[in-house]
């Protein structure tokens, strides 16, 4: 196996998880609606707030390095939800698709054979599709670990 491919494994294991901490899959699986917009005492965030923000900094950062267009939300308001809870399951479950679908397009850039990994992004300030998945799976690995916390704290992971 040459070493670029290698390297696409293993960036790829690093976006989907389930390697040294639970997936996100996981961390969103059957969380009660009543819970989605709790704080736990001494918690800043909802799951709500969490699931949110993974998805909205996540899509930022796919965005920015596939369209020279693309502006990033205000940080840090832009960057999480209004309100505390989703006003229902469509909202919690658009979300989930959101953020699932959004990664898939990461891993996708990743995987294809064609993408410079290494290549400085032509509209960026240095930054690479390569530094771009590891900040991706930085940010989704901190948060994901955030959110099952909350979950434990509201009772609700086993």
Same mark, same amino acid.
């Given at each position: 196996?040459?070493? =670029?491919?290698?390297?696409?494994?293993?960036?790829?294991?690093?976006?989907?998880?389930?390697?040294?901490?639970?997936?996100?899959?996981?961390?969103?699986?059957?969380?009660?609606?009543?819970?989605?917009?709790?704080?736990?005492?001494?918690?800043?965030?909802?799951?709500?707030?969490?699931?949110?923000?993974?998805?909205?900094?996540?899509?930022?950062?796919? =965005?920015?390095?596939?369209?020279?267009?693309?502006?990033?939300?205000?940080?840090?308001?832009?960057?999480?939800? @209004?309100?505390? @809870?989703?006003?229902?399951?469509?909202?919690?479950? @658009?979300?989930?698709?959101?953020?699932?679908?959004?990664?898939?397009?990461?891993?996708?850039?990743? =995987?294809?054979?064609?993408?410079?990994?290494?290549?400085?992004?032509?509209?960026?300030?240095?930054?690479?599709?390569?530094?771009?998945?590891?900040?991706?799976?930085?940010?989704? @690995?901190?948060?994901?670990? =955030?959110?099952?916390?909350?979950?434990?704290?509201?009772?609700?992971?086993?």
């Amino acid at each position: 196996m040459s070493e =670029e491919k290698e390297l696409r494994e293993h960036v790829l294991a690093l976006l989907t998880g389930g390697q040294a901490h639970a997936t996100f899959d996981a961390a969103v699986r059957n969380l009660p609606a009543e819970l989605r917009g709790k704080r736990p005492r001494g918690a800043e965030h909802s799951p709500w707030e969490v699931l949110e923000h993974m998805r909205i900094a996540q899509w930022d950062i796919l =965005e920015f390095s596939r369209n020279p267009q693309h502006v990033s939300p205000k940080w840090p308001e832009g960057y999480w939800p @209004a309100k505390r @809870a989703p006003k229902d399951d469509k909202e919690w479950s @658009a979300s989930v698709r959101a953020f699932r679908r959004d990664l898939k397009a990461m891993c996708d850039q990743v =995987e294809n054979e064609g993408t410079d990994l290494y290549a400085r992004i032509p509209h960026g300030t240095g930054q690479t599709i390569l530094r771009e998945a590891l900040l991706t799976a930085d940010h989704n @690995a901190y948060h994901l670990g =955030e959110l099952v916390l909350l979950r434990r704290l509201l009772g609700a992971w086993k």
